[in-house]
C-alpha cells in the first residue's frame, strides 16, 4: 500500500479549484473518487499509527461538497481533503485534524475548536485559579519547537464575571484554544510526511493530558466521572 499523500490529490484540487462547478466535476467523478480512496486509505494508516500511542474512537473525512445554504461562496466543491481523529470521551479530551490543499496550504491542527459553554467556563476558571500547570506546558522549548504557540479566537476583552486585570486574562479570554502546523506541497507529498505527523501527534500529549484533566474534574480536583 502507498505510504505517501498521492500528488494526484493536489493536482486535482488544482484543477477544481479553477472549474468548480457541477459539469466539470461530474465529467471528473471518476478520477476523484479514486484519488479519495487512495487518500481515505493514508488517513486509515494515521488513524492506526494514532491509536498505538493514544485512545482515539473514529476517524471522519468530510465530503467535498460544501454547504452554500449560508454562504457568498456558492462554489459547490470543497478544494482540500480533510479529517479529523477523536480521542475517546468523556475521559480524554481534544482532536486531531489533518487539512491537506495545494499551494502549501496543508496543517495540522490540534485542541480546541468549539469547547461547549460548560467546558469553556470550566477551562477558564482553572487559568483563574492556576495557570502555572498551562504555561510551563505551552512553553517547553520542545513542545514549542513542533507546535509553536497557542492559537485560536478571543474576546476583545474579559468574559463576563472574570477580571480584565487577571494576570492569566490572554488565557481566560480565548474562545478556542488550538496549535496549528503548517506544511508546503513539497513536504505533504515526501516519503516522510505520516512519521512527521504522528510524531507531531505524540508531542501535543502533555497538553492533551493537561486539559483533560481539567474537564473531567471540578475545581477541587474531584472527578466528575
Do not use: C
Not at 491542527?109 to 498551562?134: H, V, Y
Amino acid at each position: 500500500m502507498n505510504l505517501t499523500i498521492p500528488k494526484s490529490a493536489l493536482d486535482f484540487f488544482k484543477k477544481l479549484d479553477k472549474n468548480n462547478n457541477r459539469d466539470w466535476f461530474n465529467e471528473h467523478k471518476k478520477e476523484f473518487k479514486a484519488i479519495e480512496t487512495e487518500v481515505k486509505n493514508i488517513y486509515t494508516i494515521i488513524f492506526e499509527n494514532i491509536k498505538s500511542h493514544d485512545d482515539v474512537d473514529k476517524l471522519k473525512m468530510f465530503r467535498i461538497y460544501r454547504d452554500v445554504r449560508f454562504s457568498k461562496d456558492k462554489t459547490p466543491y470543497k478544494t482540500h481533503f480533510g479529517g479529523s481523529f477523536h480521542r475517546t470521551k468523556p475521559k480524554l479530551r481534544g482532536g486531531y485534524y489533518l487539512h491537506l490543499a495545494p499551494n502549501n496550504q496543508s496543517f495540522l491542527a490540534t485542541g480546541f475548536w468549539e469547547p461547549n459553554k460548560d467546558d469553556l467556563f470550566r477551562i477558564r476558571k482553572e487559568f483563574e485559579m492556576d495557570d502555572q500547570e498551562m504555561r510551563k506546558i505551552i512553553s517547553n522549548k520542545k513542545f514549542k519547537s513542533v507546535w509553536g504557540s497557542l492559537l485560536g479566537d478571543e474576546l476583545k476583552t474579559a468574559p463576563r464575571d472574570f477580571d480584565k486585570d487577571h494576570p492569566a486574562i490572554d488565557l481566560i479570554k480565548k474562545k478556542q484554544y488550538i496549535f496549528t502546523i503548517k506544511y508546503t506541497d513539497k513536504e505533504v507529498i515526501s516519503e516522510d510526511f505520516l512519521k512527521e505527523v504522528d510524531n507531531s501527534f505524540k508531542a501535543i500529549r502533555p497538553y492533551f493530558d493537561y486539559m483533560s484533566d481539567v474537564l473531567t474534574t471540578d475545581l477541587n480536583g474531584e472527578s466528575l466521572l
